[in-house]
């Protein structure tokens, strides 16, 4: 059964720091881009950040590029969002998905490839 599962989420004061965790069951990171996306309550899902199924490829939001960074482990099983300098405007479920595709060295932000979806992971930004 192909499966995504997200963790390291929690409360964090502003300018602290978390690392989420996209963990991969069922199925090889060699196939697949990674991306991690975010929804705020009553806002629509956007994207944050996408790894490449080569893994050499990365695609950041400008807005947050200097304070997110997508990364995965050697083993290719667990992709990771490192975000620093978090705002209180950070707040909302983090989700990371996985997109089947052929494009080894390029991956996108764009929610309509995505077809497997993780459960999601709660941040929350505030003193």
């Known amino acids: 059964q192909l499966q995504l599962v997200e963790s390291g989420g929690g409360l964090v004061q502003p300018g602290g720091s978390l690392r989420l965790s996209c963990t991969v069951l069922g199925f090889s990171l060699d196939y697949y881009a990674i991306a991690w996306f975010r929804q705020a309550p009553g806002k629509e899902r956007e994207g944050v950040s996408c790894?490449?199924?080569?893994?050499?490829?990365?695609t950041n939001v400008d807005s947050m590029k200097d304070r997110f960074t997508i990364s995965r482990d050697r083993a290719k099983t667990t992709v990771y969002l490192q975000m620093y300098f978090l705002e209180p405007e950070d707040t909302a479920v983090y989700y990371c998905a996985a997109d089947r595709t052929s494009h080894r060295s390029s991956c996108t932000l764009d929610v309509v490839p995505y077809s497997l979806w993780g459960q999601g992971t709660q941040v929350t930004v505030s003193s």
């Open positions: 790894i490449s199924a080569g893994g050499e490829t990365t």
